[in-house]
Protein backbone atom coordinates (compact mmCIF):
# COMPACT_ATOMS: atom_id res chain seq x y z
CA UNK A 1 0.00 0.00 0.00
CA UNK A 2 1.24 3.71 -0.36
CA UNK A 3 1.97 5.70 1.69
CA UNK A 4 -0.26 8.21 2.87
CA UNK A 5 0.67 12.05 3.88
CA UNK A 6 -0.78 14.67 5.63
CA UNK A 7 1.46 17.02 4.23
CA UNK A 8 0.80 16.67 0.36
CA UNK A 9 -2.06 18.33 -1.61
CA UNK A 10 -4.78 15.90 -3.33
CA UNK A 11 -3.05 17.47 -6.58
CA UNK A 12 0.44 15.98 -5.75
CA UNK A 13 -1.84 12.31 -5.36
CA UNK A 14 -3.25 13.16 -8.42
CA UNK A 15 0.16 13.33 -10.22
CA UNK A 16 0.91 9.53 -8.63
CA UNK A 17 -2.62 8.22 -9.79
CA UNK A 18 -1.69 6.89 -13.02
CA UNK A 19 1.19 4.38 -11.55
CA UNK A 20 1.02 1.05 -10.36
CA UNK A 21 4.79 0.83 -8.96
CA UNK A 22 3.41 1.20 -5.04
CA UNK A 23 7.38 1.38 -4.33
CA UNK A 24 7.70 4.41 -7.21
CA UNK A 25 4.40 6.30 -5.72
CA UNK A 26 5.95 6.04 -2.53
CA UNK A 27 9.66 7.28 -3.06
CA UNK A 28 7.72 10.48 -4.45
CA UNK A 29 5.48 10.66 -1.57
CA UNK A 30 8.94 10.67 0.16
CA UNK A 31 11.11 12.64 -1.63
CA UNK A 32 8.12 15.05 -1.92
CA UNK A 33 7.84 15.66 1.68
CA UNK A 34 11.48 15.78 2.74
CA UNK A 35 11.86 18.30 -0.15
CA UNK A 36 8.89 20.53 0.28
CA UNK A 37 7.65 19.66 -3.39
CA UNK A 38 5.12 21.55 -5.59
CA UNK A 39 3.06 19.76 -7.84
CA UNK A 40 5.05 21.37 -10.47
CA UNK A 41 8.33 20.52 -9.02
CA UNK A 42 6.71 16.72 -8.49
CA UNK A 43 5.30 16.45 -11.73
CA UNK A 44 9.33 17.40 -13.43
CA UNK A 45 10.89 14.87 -11.59
CA UNK A 46 8.16 12.02 -12.54
CA UNK A 47 8.89 13.88 -16.31
CA UNK A 48 12.80 12.99 -15.84
CA UNK A 49 11.72 9.21 -14.77
CA UNK A 50 14.12 10.26 -11.43
CA UNK A 51 13.04 7.20 -9.17
CA UNK A 52 13.99 4.68 -12.81
CA UNK A 53 17.49 6.28 -12.85
CA UNK A 54 18.39 5.40 -9.58
CA UNK A 55 20.09 2.17 -8.68
CA UNK A 56 18.72 -0.88 -8.14
CA UNK A 57 20.33 -1.30 -4.69
CA UNK A 58 19.00 2.35 -3.88
CA UNK A 59 15.80 1.00 -4.57
CA UNK A 60 15.88 -2.03 -2.83
CA UNK A 61 17.02 -0.13 0.46
CA UNK A 62 13.75 1.90 0.52
CA UNK A 63 11.82 -0.88 0.42
CA UNK A 64 13.34 -2.26 3.15
CA UNK A 65 14.11 0.76 4.67
CA UNK A 66 17.62 0.20 5.35
CA UNK A 67 20.14 2.89 5.64
CA UNK A 68 20.63 5.15 2.63
CA UNK A 69 24.29 6.39 1.93
CA UNK A 70 25.39 9.56 -0.75
CA UNK A 71 26.56 7.15 -2.93
CA UNK A 72 23.10 5.89 -3.35
CA UNK A 73 21.08 8.77 -4.30
CA UNK A 74 22.94 9.67 -7.12
CA UNK A 75 20.94 8.99 -10.10
CA UNK A 76 22.34 7.25 -13.91
CA UNK A 77 22.19 9.33 -15.96
CA UNK A 78 22.63 12.39 -14.77
CA UNK A 79 20.59 14.95 -16.55
CA UNK A 80 22.17 18.15 -17.30
CA UNK A 81 20.68 21.31 -18.98
CA UNK A 82 21.53 22.24 -22.81
CA UNK A 83 19.18 25.49 -22.95
CA UNK A 84 20.85 26.29 -26.24
CA UNK A 85 20.72 22.42 -27.78
CA UNK A 86 24.47 22.23 -28.73
CA UNK A 87 25.49 19.13 -30.29
CA UNK A 88 29.63 18.98 -30.33
CA UNK A 89 30.29 19.26 -26.58
CA UNK A 90 33.77 19.70 -24.94
CA UNK A 91 34.46 19.23 -21.32
CA UNK A 92 35.02 23.09 -21.56
CA UNK A 93 31.47 23.12 -23.16
CA UNK A 94 30.23 20.09 -20.33
CA UNK A 95 31.68 22.26 -16.92
CA UNK A 96 29.99 25.83 -18.55
CA UNK A 97 26.40 23.93 -18.90
CA UNK A 98 27.12 23.07 -15.08
CA UNK A 99 27.97 25.92 -13.49
CA UNK A 100 25.24 28.18 -15.63
CA UNK A 101 22.44 26.19 -13.68
CA UNK A 102 24.51 25.01 -10.92
CA UNK A 103 21.61 25.09 -8.51
CA UNK A 104 19.58 22.70 -10.82
CA UNK A 105 22.75 20.27 -11.01
CA UNK A 106 22.99 20.23 -7.17
CA UNK A 107 19.11 19.05 -7.34
CA UNK A 108 19.44 16.31 -10.09
CA UNK A 109 22.33 14.93 -7.72
CA UNK A 110 19.69 14.87 -4.73
CA UNK A 111 19.11 16.28 -1.84
CA UNK A 112 21.81 17.92 0.52
CA UNK A 113 24.14 18.76 -1.88
CA UNK A 114 25.82 22.44 -1.59
CA UNK A 115 28.98 24.07 -4.10
CA UNK A 116 32.11 25.16 -2.91
CA UNK A 117 34.28 25.70 -5.55
CA UNK A 118 34.29 25.01 -9.91
CA UNK A 119 38.34 24.06 -10.69
CA UNK A 120 39.32 23.88 -7.12
CA UNK A 121 43.21 24.70 -7.13
CA UNK A 122 45.57 21.55 -5.56
CA UNK A 123 49.06 21.26 -4.94
CA UNK A 124 50.81 17.96 -5.35
CA UNK A 125 54.26 17.85 -5.22
CA UNK A 126 55.22 20.45 -7.82
CA UNK A 127 52.46 19.95 -9.95
CA UNK A 128 49.14 21.86 -9.60
CA UNK A 129 45.96 20.11 -10.52
CA UNK A 130 42.14 21.43 -10.85
CA UNK A 131 39.15 19.71 -9.36
CA UNK A 132 36.37 20.16 -12.06
CA UNK A 133 34.16 20.70 -9.27
CA UNK A 134 34.40 20.55 -5.45
CA UNK A 135 31.22 19.92 -3.54
CA UNK A 136 29.88 19.21 0.36
CA UNK A 137 27.04 17.60 1.12
CA UNK A 138 25.38 18.51 4.22
CA UNK A 139 23.10 15.38 4.68
CA UNK A 140 26.06 13.06 4.71
CA UNK A 141 28.80 15.58 6.16
CA UNK A 142 31.21 14.63 3.24
CA UNK A 143 32.95 16.95 0.45
CA UNK A 144 32.31 15.23 -3.40
CA UNK A 145 34.87 15.19 -5.90
CA UNK A 146 33.47 15.46 -9.75
CA UNK A 147 35.11 15.03 -12.84
CA UNK A 148 33.60 15.38 -16.41
CA UNK A 149 34.97 13.27 -19.26
CA UNK A 150 33.23 13.46 -22.41
CA UNK A 151 34.70 10.33 -23.72
CA UNK A 152 34.04 6.65 -22.23
CA UNK A 153 35.45 6.02 -19.24
CA UNK A 154 38.83 4.93 -18.81
CA UNK A 155 41.16 3.32 -16.06
CA UNK A 156 42.69 6.40 -15.98
CA UNK A 157 39.95 8.46 -14.86
CA UNK A 158 39.22 6.27 -11.83
CA UNK A 159 43.54 7.04 -10.56
CA UNK A 160 43.21 10.64 -11.50
CA UNK A 161 39.34 10.93 -9.41
CA UNK A 162 40.97 8.98 -6.55
CA UNK A 163 44.32 11.00 -6.09
CA UNK A 164 41.64 14.15 -6.09
CA UNK A 165 39.91 12.44 -3.14
CA UNK A 166 42.83 11.19 -1.13
CA UNK A 167 44.13 14.93 -1.36
CA UNK A 168 41.11 16.20 -0.01
CA UNK A 169 40.83 13.73 2.78
CA UNK A 170 44.45 14.19 3.94
CA UNK A 171 44.37 18.15 3.39
CA UNK A 172 41.01 19.77 4.42
CA UNK A 173 38.52 17.00 5.61
CA UNK A 174 38.20 17.11 9.32
CA UNK A 175 37.99 14.28 11.33
CA UNK A 176 34.24 14.27 11.92
CA UNK A 177 33.51 14.33 8.53
CA UNK A 178 33.37 11.16 6.34
CA UNK A 179 35.35 10.16 3.85
CA UNK A 180 35.33 12.03 0.74
CA UNK A 181 33.32 10.50 -2.55
CA UNK A 182 34.27 10.51 -6.04
CA UNK A 183 31.94 11.10 -9.19
CA UNK A 184 33.39 10.32 -12.46
CA UNK A 185 30.43 11.71 -15.19
CA UNK A 186 31.64 10.55 -18.84
CA UNK A 187 29.34 10.16 -22.10
CA UNK A 188 29.79 6.27 -21.57
CA UNK A 189 30.11 4.12 -18.66
CA UNK A 190 32.37 0.70 -18.43
CA UNK A 191 31.14 -2.05 -16.38
CA UNK A 192 33.94 -3.72 -16.91
CA UNK A 193 36.34 -1.34 -15.67
CA UNK A 194 34.33 -0.17 -12.73
CA UNK A 195 34.51 -4.12 -12.08
CA UNK A 196 37.99 -3.75 -10.87
CA UNK A 197 37.39 -0.52 -9.05
CA UNK A 198 38.34 -1.28 -5.42
CA UNK A 199 37.18 1.68 -4.38
CA UNK A 200 33.40 2.01 -3.54
CA UNK A 201 33.73 5.68 -2.61
CA UNK A 202 34.21 6.06 -6.46
CA UNK A 203 31.08 6.21 -9.29
CA UNK A 204 30.79 6.30 -12.63
CA UNK A 205 28.04 8.12 -14.12
CA UNK A 206 26.50 8.66 -17.48
CA UNK A 207 25.29 12.12 -18.19
CA UNK A 208 22.23 13.19 -20.54
CA UNK A 209 21.56 16.33 -22.32
CA UNK A 210 18.08 18.02 -22.21
Not at 6 to 25: G, M, R, T, V
Not at 158 to 183: A, C, F, H, L
Request: some cysteine; proline content about 4%; glycine content about 2%.
Amino acid sequence: MPTVSAILSWSHYEELLPYNDINKINYYIMISEKLHLSVRQLREKIKNKEYERLPEKTKYKLITNEEIKVQDIIKNPIIIHNPNDIKVVTEKTLHKLILEDMPSFLKELGSGFAFIDSEYKIKIGSDYHYIDFLLFNIEYNCYIVIELKVTKLKKEHIGQVGVYMNYIDSTIRKPTQDKTIGIIISSKNNKFIMEYCSDPRILSKEYELV
